[in-house]
């Protein structure tokens, strides 16, 4: 069975993170999404164990020392981390799964499972990033500005995620990383790697040199 791909879909708060998951869930029913753990406020309909198992700082420091976060950040005050166990289940079970987390994440991501799929969601202009954080009314304008300064430091990340995709519209963004994850199964299908070890095999044997 092949492992499960991790795709990590990363960017600026307010680029449309959530949005464009949770589109492409509903398209994806069997695609897995893992719920991180915060220290920060629910907002009002937020449901703990879903949208995050909210956590006391206290708590938070415990899931660091015992190792149970694959990665974890602080941002803009709060801290945000994955759940570890449950994305090694998954991926051993054959099965995708989606992380929706800022960059400093996403680049230890990288660091611990290099074969992860990085994508960065770009908004089409700053101004779009700047309008929909305004939009969602979530929060304070001092949060919002703190926010926004953050996002241009991240924007210079870019470099380390496999691919960018701009959320101009979000069926589109979602048609995009659905390609992405198609080209990605495309790329590791277990028949190619025995193909390869059986064409080297051959090659040696009949002494072709390599091109
Ligand atoms: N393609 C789009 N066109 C217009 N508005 C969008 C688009 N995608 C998302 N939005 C809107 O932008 C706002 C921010 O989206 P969302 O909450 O999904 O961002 P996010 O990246 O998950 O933010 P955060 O990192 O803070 O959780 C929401 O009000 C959402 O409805
Ligand atoms: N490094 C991590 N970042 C995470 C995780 N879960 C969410 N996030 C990101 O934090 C910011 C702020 O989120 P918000 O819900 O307060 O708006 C946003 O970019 C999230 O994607 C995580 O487990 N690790």
């Keep these: 069975m092949n492992r499960g791909l991790l795709i990590v879909l990363s960017g600026p708060s307010g680029v449309g993170k ?3 998951c949770a589109a492409l869930r509903r398209k994806l029913p ?8 915060t220290t920060r406020s629910p907002r009002a309909g937020e449901i703990d164990g879903v949208n995050y198992f909210f956590k006391t700082r206290e708590q938070f420091k415990d899931m660091i020392e015992r190792d149970a ?3 974890h950040a602080e941002y803009v005050g709060n801290y945000y981390g994955t759940p570890r166990d449950f994305v090694e289940k998954t991926l051993s079970e054959g099965k995708d799964i989606i992380l929706e987390i800022e960059v400093q994440g996403a680049v230890k991501v990288r660091e611990k499972f290099p074969e992860g799929v990085l994508v960065f969601l770009l908004p089409p202009s700053l101004q779009q ?3 929909r954080l305004t ?31 701009v959320n101009d519209e979000i069926d589109a963004a979602c048609r995009r990383i659905e390609s992405i994850m198609i080209a990605e199964h495309c790329k590791r299908e277990r028949f190619l790697h025995e193909l390869f070890v059986e064409l080297e095999g051959l090659r040696e044997k009949q002494n072709i040199p390599e091109r």
Excluded: F
Excluded at 139 to 146: G, K, L, M, P, V
């Design 18 to 20: 959530g949005t464009v």
């Design 69 to 71: 976060l694959l990665e």
């Design 135 to 165: 939009g969602r009314g979530t929060e304070t304008q001092a949060t919002i500005d703190h926010r926004l300064s953050v996002a241009v430091e991240e924007m210079n990340l870019l470099e380390h995620y496999d691919y960018a995709v």
């Design 129 to 131: 990033l700047k309008d």
């Design 30 to 37: 069997e695609l897995t999404y893992s719920v991180s753990a």
